[in-house]
């Protein structure tokens, strides 16, 4: 689901890119925290992509998925607090 490319290099020198198989092009948009005074992502730039997801996992935070350069999979963490911007990607229904 990764874009072909933007990503950075993992940290042994490998391509943090991926193979966009499916058209998704997920791109490294990092997070940013309400509490950077910066208007720039504060977090993991070139590294990370975030997306809010609408499951949460029963105490009120919501879960987010998760990209990393360095990952080949989608990962799941529930983020607690909604003080961070993070991506939002909306698929429409056929």
């Known amino acids: 689901l990764k874009s072909l490319s933007g990503w950075a290099n993992d940290s042994a020198g490998h391509s ?3 193979t966009d198989v499916f058209g998704f092009r997920v791109l490294p948009a990092s997070k940013k925290s309400w509490s950077s005074s910066s208007g720039e992502p504060d977090f993991g730039i ?4 975030y997306f ?5 996992d029963g105490s009120g935070n919501a ?3 998760f990209f990393r350069n360095s990952f080949t999979t989608i990962n799941r963490y529930p983020m607690a607090s909604a003080a ?3 991506s939002v990607r909306c698929l429409k229904d056929y």
């Open 16 to 18: 943090g890119s991926g």
């Open 46 to 49: 070139g590294q990370y992509a």
């Open 52 to 56: 809010w997801s609408t499951t949460n």
């Open 63 to 65: 879960y987010t998925r």
């Open 84 to 86: 961070y911007s993070i």
